[in-house]
């Protein structure tokens, strides 16, 4: 049996290496050539070659995955659409090696429905997690957040939220939240809620930071619209601006978007901001 398993293992080594100079010296090619991550090798190629550790190549895929991302946030460096594509299909090719691996789920939901606006390539690998993690309620939450907030459809998001719900450790404010959601109302404070439970469940520093900043911007927007409704209700009609708030003393002063825009009213009456929720370039 020991005879058998030192061959067995070394030849996975060899050829997790093999693979991964491979994909490093395409990497660094494109890298060289476009400023962009590599696609991955097909999934029925790489279940080839990790042999019986799909396990141990789901997490170097998704480990250079993250830390490719995480360079282009240090160094500021913008992130074109193809390139969020490979990155989706990076994460893909990690989840199918390991349905069970969590983390690729968790950093899709924060970059891909966020950053990328690519929702339902988010729910696509979101529901592989679903179906093989039954006792985790948290990817039909974030299914069906996605449902609601990016691609509007109530009735879908409300089936994942349904799910959700029914499987152990749902959070207790998942029904309230199905209900503010149903009501089609309480939007961006659902989205402060959502990003809270996000950022409390990643891992990665740089990716933690980026999801709190995002809920402190609508913090900042939540907050002018309850002062909006304030001032409806106290002098009977909407304001002509934000800056009135501040005038008639609804408020001290205006928050600061920790993106560098500036809050303001719509022509529809909604507040949001020049930002645009991704950092403004001094």
């Known amino acids: 049996m020991r005879a058998t398993a030192l061959p067995a293992l070394l030849g996975a080594l060899l050829a997790g290496h093999a693979l991964l100079s491979v994909e490093l010296a395409s990497v660094r090619g494109a890298v060289a050539a476009r400023g ?8 029925v190629a790489l279940k080839l070659l990790s042999l019986e550790y799909d396990s141990l190549i789901a997490d170097l895929l998704f480990s250079r995955t993250l830390s490719f991302h995480g360079g282009q946030l ?12 490979i990155i989706y299909r990076r994460l893909d090719a990690a989840s199918a090696l390991d349905p069970y691996f969590v983390d690729p789920y968790y950093f899709g939901q924060a970059v891909l ?37 990016f691609l509007r459809d109530d009735a879908q998001a409300a089936e994942y939220l349904m799910d959700a719900s029914q499987r152990p450790g749902a959070a207790p404010l998942l029904g309230l939240l199905a209900a503010r959601l149903a009501s089609k109302g309480g939007t961006t404070e659902v989205a402060v809620v959502f990003l809270d439970q996000l950022a409390a469940r990643t891992e990665d520093s ?24 304030h001032y409806r ?47 403004v370039a001094r």
């Open 36 to 43: 962009e991550l590599a696609p991955p090798l097909p999934v």
């Open 74 to 85: 240090n160094r500021r460096e913008s992130i074109n659409e193809d390139t969020y594509r």
């Open 113 to 149: 429905a966020w950053g990328a606006n690519m929702p339902r390539e988010t729910n696509a690998l979101l529901d592989r997690g679903r179906i093989h993690r039954a006792d985790d309620w948290v990817m039909p939450f974030f299914m069906g957040f996605n449902a609601f907030y």
């Open 206 to 229: 740089v990716t933690r930071g980026q999801i709190r900043q995002r809920a402190d911007a609508l913090r900042g927007i939540r907050s002018l619209e309850l002062a909006v409704e």
């Open 233 to 279: 209700d106290a002098f009977g009609e909407a304001p002509r601006d934000l800056r009135v708030l501040v005038e008639r003393g609804v408020v001290p002063s205006l928050p600061v978007d920790p993106y560098g825009g500036t809050y303001y009213l719509r022509p529809d009456g909604s507040v949001w901001t020049t930002s645009d929720l991704r950092p």
